[in-house]
């Protein structure tokens, strides 16, 4: 579970597709797990341990939507987020983002864990 991960940092909503655009650049090939937070579903391991090809946010009136990538070169896995609503991250004692909670229209929300940046 969410265990000594503080997810507080909110990411305004103007600047989505720049600090998604950037964090894929600077995450690519990453380790991640994605999870559904659902109250009335019930929560689900989607994928665990793949790494991340990007993440790409479509603002409204393009798509509205958030869909993460995961492949080493080609996707082979992607989940889409249908009408982001917020956008929250988490970091370690060293400023890495290590997660990522992302809430939906619907009160769904989609937890991106990151396993730790090993090379520094």
């Known amino acids: 579970m969410v265990s000594k991960i503080d997810i507080n940092k909110s990411v305004s ?3 989505w597709g ?3 655009d950037q964090f894929s650049d600077g995450n690519r090939g990453r380790h991640i797990s994605i999870e559904i937070i659902d109250s009335e579903l019930g929560d ?3 994928i665990r341990n793949a790494p991340l090809l990007a993440i790409v946010y479509d603002r ?3 798509g509205d939507d958030l869909v ?3 492949g080493q070169h080609e996707v082979s896995y992607a989940h889409t987020v249908d009408s982001p609503t917020e956008v929250l991250t988490g970091q370690n004692s060293n400023g890495e983002i290590i997660a990522i909670w992302i809430s939906d229209a619907t009160e769904r929300k989609t937890l991106i864990k990151l396993q730790a940046n090993l090379s520094g």
């Open 13 to 15: 909503h103007e600047r």
């Open 18 to 20: 720049e600090f998604f």
């Open 44 to 46: 689900e391991e989607l």
């Open 60 to 62: 409204p009136g393009k």
């Open 68 to 70: 993460i990538e995961v």
